[in-house]
């Protein structure tokens, strides 16, 4: 009988409780969902640490496409759950009205990818390539995934093939694992470079055992310093668990465990030492960094 009642007291806690559904995609390794490091990319780590200091929710997960992701954003309807993820960067181009946090780390936005081989046809090692100039290029295979921001890249792509509706030598991909998708296009000699941000090509290049034939150019169109936030739907509730977990960012953003979650994903020592030393002797005395899209206030 008491195991009973505790039962009853348990159940009755849980559905007193909101729900916060948690949006997640197949993009290593912000998440991990398979494989033997399941569950221990770097968003995946800090969505742990949200968790545990919102324990006045229960909390859920859900594998999202962008296209689930856009529909449950403008639906804005919490009466069963409130949708909400922690890996979302600014989206000024998307149709979309949520809520975000302040901006829970900073990095750089995406490289053009090559390999050692090809390298020569983009440029000098350690070159800021202009974009607008290779995609005129029609010699250069590029593959891109079908709708991943690729931030100022994406702008020049989208201007391009609004001119020439017909051009051949891009690639739009929308398969499962895409990143290892559009690598192993550009090292099996399918296309010739492909966009990723740092830490998505050390991952792919290990999986692929390719890192060390990986050569990376920062695109003029990229340049500048980015930020990924918490986002929620737009809805009171969901405005509340920004709110909450605002609190939460402003503690955890200061220590190691938050900040390696990421660093430890950069591909050399180099890289992990001079982000360590952007993010703590720049992002953080910055203090608190909010988003500038109207959408997302």
Request: hydrophobic share 35%; proline share 4%.
């Given at each position: 009988m008491k195991t009973l009642f505790l039962l009853c007291i348990i159940i009755s806690s849980f559905i007193a409780k909101d729900t916060i559904t948690w949006m997640k995609w197949d993009l290593p390794p912000n998440f991990?969902?398979?494989?033997?490091?399941?569950?221990?990319?770097?968003?995946?780590?800090?969505?742990?640490?949200?968790?545990?200091?919102?324990?006045?929710?229960?909390h859920k997960s859900v594998v999202v496409n962008v296209n689930r992701l856009l529909k449950i954003y403008k639906q804005k309807d919490n009466s069963k759950t409130i949708y909400c993820t922690n890996d979302l960067i600014s989206h000024p181009t998307l149709d979309i009205d949520d809520y975000m946090s302040m901006a829970t780390f900073s990095f750089k936005a995406h490289f053009l990818v090559?390999?050692?081989?090809?390298?020569?046809?983009?440029?000098?090692?350690?070159?800021?390539?202009?974009?607008?100039?290779?995609?005129?290029?029609?010699?250069?295979?590029?593959?891109?995934?079908?709708?991943?921001?690729?931030?100022?890249?994406?702008?020049?792509?989208?201007?391009?093939?609004?001119?020439?509706?017909?051009?051949?030598?891009?690639?739009?991909?929308?398969?499962?694992?895409?990143?290892?998708?559009?690598?192993?296009?550009?090292?099996?000699?399918?296309?010739?470079?492909?966009?990723?941000?740092?830490?998505?090509?050390s991952f792919y290049g290990k999986e692929l055992r390719i890192l060390d034939d990986i050569v990376l150019f920062q695109m003029k169109e990229n340049e500048g310093t980015f930020y990924d936030f918490v986002s929620c739907v737009k809805t009171k509730k969901g405005k509340i668990v920004i709110e909450k977990t605002n609190n939460i960012i402003r503690e955890l953003k200061h220590t190691d465990k938050w900040m390696n979650a990421f660093t430890k994903w950069l591909p050399t020592k180099r890289l992990q030492d001079d982000y360590i030393k952007n993010y703590k002797g720049v992002f953080l005395q910055k203090g608190d960094i909010y988003d500038?899209?109207?959408?997302?206030?």
């Open positions: 991990i969902l398979n494989g033997p490091q399941k569950g221990t990319g770097w968003a995946n780590e800090r969505l742990k640490m949200l968790q545990e200091r919102l324990p006045s929710y229960n090559t390999s050692k081989a090809k390298a020569h046809l983009f440029g000098k090692e350690g070159d800021t390539l202009v974009l607008e100039n290779i995609i005129k290029n029609t010699n250069l295979r590029l593959a891109v995934a079908k709708n991943r921001p690729y931030l100022g890249a994406s702008k020049v792509m989208q201007e391009y093939i609004k001119r020439y509706p017909n051009q051949k030598h891009i690639q739009f991909l929308s398969n499962l694992n895409i990143g290892k998708s559009m690598f192993s296009l550009v090292f099996k000699d399918r296309a010739d470079y492909t966009f990723e941000y740092l830490d998505k090509s500038d899209n109207p959408r997302s206030k």
